[in-house]
């Protein structure tokens, strides 16, 4: 098990033949105030460790806090109480910049509303983040965008704008722009909820495929049995609090 005080920063191996420990949450809670200030706790003490190589899935019911875990190990929030170390440093003592400059470089997230941008192609967006990149990516940035649009399946609507894709289409230019940068730590919030079972199986490859290819760990939240249990590990988030997904029929997943 790796040292928690290790600071390993991104890109750089353990030295030890150990996976590198990604994210560690320990008791972690998110509360969020209403509008009638009443509290609203989601995650109650919730304890993972996620490593390079890992592939765990997410299970539970709507409205039990995936999004809001996933937010949590994506750098867009931070916790309300308990530990959250992220390549080895607290989050706690980073600035919002300096989470954002470190999520744009380690992370791949596909949000469960797609989130691409109005008014772009396709090819625009999944190129989108190597714009932050440095050297050769940055230069070659639409060649990788349209080889990763190729590996999606749309390397024929690369051209297309963002509000005239499909459903599906638009998801997998969001897991395209999740996967084009080559993230440390892909993040997939319901990735084939919008997906027929074959493209869904697909994307899946795709993910798993990128994922091992750069020894990046995948971290999946979905409703579908199936994609659940392609992944080595299962979690169940029950009542805000995280646990072993024994039974995923039980969870209403
Ligand atoms: N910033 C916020 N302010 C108020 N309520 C919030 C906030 N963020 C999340 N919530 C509430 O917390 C709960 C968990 O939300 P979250 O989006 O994490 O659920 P989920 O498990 O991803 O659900 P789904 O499967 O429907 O996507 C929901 O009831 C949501 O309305
Ligand atoms: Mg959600």
């Known amino acids: 098990m790796a040292d928690r005080n290790t600071a390993t920063g991104p890109g750089q191996p353990d030295d030890g033949g150990a996976a590198q420990v990604l994210v560690d949450l320990h008791d972690v809670t998110r509360t969020v105030l209403l509008a009638d ?5 989601i995650l109650r003490g919730v304890t993972l460790r996620i490593s390079a190589g890992d592939h765990l899935a997410i299970v539970g019911r709507s409205g039990c806090g995936k999004s809001t875990l996933l937010n949590l190990l ?8 308990g530990s959250l170390d992220f ?26 509303q797609f989130n691409l941008l109005p008014g772009r192609t396709a090819l625009e967006n999944v190129a989108m983040p190597l714009l932050y990149a440095k050297g050769r990516d940055f230069w070659r940035r639409n060649e990788l965008a349209m080889d990763m649009l190729d590996r999606v399946g749309l390397a024929s609507r690369a051209g297309t704008a963002q509000h005239m894709l499909s459903g599906g289409e638009q998801q997998r230019v969001a897991i395209a722009r999740a996967l084009v940068r080559r993230p440390r730590l892909i993040l997939a919030d ?10 869904g199986q697909s994307v899946m490859e795709l993910l798993e495929g990128v994922a091992e290819e750069s020894g990046a760990a995948l971290v999946t939240i979905t409703h579908d049995p199936n994609v659940a249990s392609r992944a080595r590990t299962q979690y169940a988030l029950q009542e805000g609090a995280l646990g072993p997904a024994v039974q995923l029929a039980q969870v209403g997943a």
Request: proline share 6%; net charge negative.
């Open 74 to 81: 994506g750098l867009l929030d931070v916790p309300t109480s």
């Open 190 to 199: 319901e990735p084939t909820g919008a997906l027929d079972v074959a493209t």
């Open 37 to 41: 200030d009443e509290e609203l706790h």
């Open 87 to 112: 390549f080895g440093r607290p989050v706690g003592s980073m600035s919002s910049n300096a989470r954002a400059r470190l999520r744009g470089a380690t992370v791949g997230f596909v949000f469960q």
